[in-house]
C-alpha cells in the first residue's frame, strides 16, 4: 500500500506526491498549485516511521 504512496530516491531521501491537487482547483492560487506539483519530501522527524512502513528497516 505505501509503495504506491513514497518513492525513495538515489540519495536516500523518501518523497511523495502533495495533496489537494485533483480537483476543487479553480479557487487555488497559481502559485498554490505550482508548488503542489513539486514532489514532497519526508522531514527528518518522520523518516524512521515512513522506513518502517515501507520495510526498509
Given at each position: 500500500?505505501l509503495k504506491?504512496?513514497?518513492?525513495v530516491?538515489?540519495?536516500?531521501?523518501?518523497t511523495?506526491?502533495?495533496?489537494?491537487?485533483?480537483h476543487?482547483?479553480?479557487?487555488?492560487?497559481?502559485?498554490?498549485k505550482?508548488?503542489m506539483?513539486?514532489d514532497?519530501?519526508?522531514a527528518?522527524?518522520n523518516?524512521?516511521?515512513v522506513?518502517?512502513?515501507?520495510?526498509?528497516k
Amino acid at each position: 500500500m505505501l509503495k504506491k504512496r513514497f518513492k525513495v530516491t538515489g540519495s536516500g531521501k523518501i518523497t511523495f506526491q502533495k495533496a489537494f491537487k485533483r480537483h476543487i482547483l479553480t479557487k487555488k492560487s497559481t502559485k498554490r498549485k505550482r508548488n503542489m506539483r513539486k514532489d514532497g519530501v519526508v522531514a527528518d522527524a518522520n523518516m524512521h516511521f515512513v522506513k518502517r512502513l515501507l520495510g526498509m528497516k
